[in-house]
C-alpha cells in the first residue's frame, strides 16, 4: 500500500503539467459531445431524439464535473500535501536476514552394531463378520431460474436473447431484431425494478436496422444487483413505434 502511495505521490509531484494537459484534453472532448447533442436536441422534431440528446448532455456534463474533480484533488495533493509529506518515509524497505553458516566439526563417534531381534509370530482371529455397508450421501440439487423466449408482438421489434427470467453478470450482449419498413432508428432502454417507473437509453439510438444480430451491449457492473427489465423501441419515420419487446433479467455480479 505504501509503495502505491509513493508511485502516486512521485507521479503528481514530476508529472502535474502533463497530468493537467491530459485532463484539459479530456474536458475538451465533453465539451464537443456536449455541443453535438445540443445541436442535435435544437435540430430534432422528434421527442424521444431530444430525450436522447438531453441524456448526452448530461453525460458530457458529468464527465467535465469529474475531470474538474480530479484537477482540483491533484492541486491539493500538488501545492497542499506533498510539501509536508517525506517521500522517503513512504518507502517500505525490506530486512536482509544473514543466516550463519554451522560449521561441523570432525569427531570419531563409535559405530553401533545393530542388535538382532528375534521375531515374534502373533496369531490374530480372522473375523467372520461381513464389514457394514458405507451410505453415499445424495446429491444437492441446485434450483436455476426457467427461462424462456420472450413474447413480443411485433417479429421485427424483438429480443431473442436474453430470455426472460435470465440470470446474467458483467457485459451482456442483447441479441434479436430492430427492423421497419419505414425504420428510422431503434434504441434499448433498461429499468430497475417489477415495474419500472423510468427508462434509461444503454448507450444511444442507432440508425441502422439489425436483422438476427446484436442490438447493444449492457455493462451490468455498472447496476446493483436485482431485477431490471430491457425494452427494444424501433421509431419510423413518423415519430411513431410499434409496441415495444421487453425482457424480465436478473442482474448478480
Given at each position: 500500500m505504501l509503495d502505491v502511495l509513493n508511485f502516486l505521490f512521485n507521479l503528481i509531484d514530476q508529472r502535474v503539467i502533463w497530468l493537467y494537459v491530459a485532463?484539459?484534453?479530456?474536458?475538451?472532448?465533453?465539451?464537443?459531445?456536449?455541443?453535438?447533442?445540443?445541436?442535435?436536441?435544437?435540430?430534432?422534431?422528434?421527442?424521444?431524439?431530444?430525450?436522447?440528446?438531453?441524456?448526452?448532455?448530461g453525460r458530457a456534463m458529468s464527465g467535465i464535473g469529474a475531470v474538474l474533480g480530479i484537477m482540483v484533488v491533484i492541486t491539493v495533493l500538488k501545492f497542499y500535501v506533498l510539501p509536508s509529506v517525506d517521500l522517503a518515509a513512504l518507502v517500505e524497505f525490506t530486512p536482509t536476514v544473514t543466516l550463519p553458516v554451522p560449521t561441523r566439526a570432525a569427531t570419531n563417534t563409535p559405530t553401533l552394531l545393530p542388535t538382532p531381534v528375534q521375531p515374534t509370530v502373533t496369531n490374530?482371529?480372522?473375523?467372520?463378520?461381513?464389514?457394514?455397508?458405507?451410505?453415499?450421501?445424495?446429491?444437492?440439487?441446485t434450483a436455476t431460474p426457467r427461462t424462456w423466449p420472450a413474447q413480443c408482438p411485433d417479429a421485427n421489434v424483438r429480443i431473442t436473447s436474453p430470455g426472460m427470467n435470465a440470470v446474467v453478470s458483467g457485459r451482456l450482449p442483447i441479441r434479436g431484431t430492430a427492423n421497419h419498413a419505414r425504420f428510422q432508428f431503434y434504441k434499448?432502454?433498461?429499468?430497475?425494478?417489477?415495474?419500472?417507473?423510468s427508462w434509461h437509453v444503454i448507450s444511444d439510438i442507432h440508425k441502422v436496422p439489425v436483422v438476427n444480430g446484436t442490438l447493444e451491449e449492457l455493462d451490468t457492473k455498472a447496476l446493483p444487483n436485482g431485477v431490471y427489465w430491457l425494452q427494444l423501441v424501433v421509431v419510423d419515420q413518423s415519430g411513431n413505434f410499434p409496441p415495444p419487446c421487453q425482457v424480465r433479467v436478473i442482474v448478480q455480479n
Open positions: 485532463c484539459l484534453i479530456v474536458i475538451l472532448v465533453y465539451i464537443r459531445a456536449y455541443i453535438v447533442a445540443r445541436r442535435d436536441q435544437e435540430n430534432s422534431v422528434f421527442t424521444i431524439e431530444k430525450e436522447v440528446a438531453a441524456h448526452r448532455q490374530t482371529p480372522r473375523s467372520l463378520r461381513s464389514p457394514s455397508p458405507t451410505s453415499t450421501p445424495a446429491p444437492t440439487l434499448v432502454e433498461y429499468g430497475q425494478g417489477e415495474k419500472p417507473t
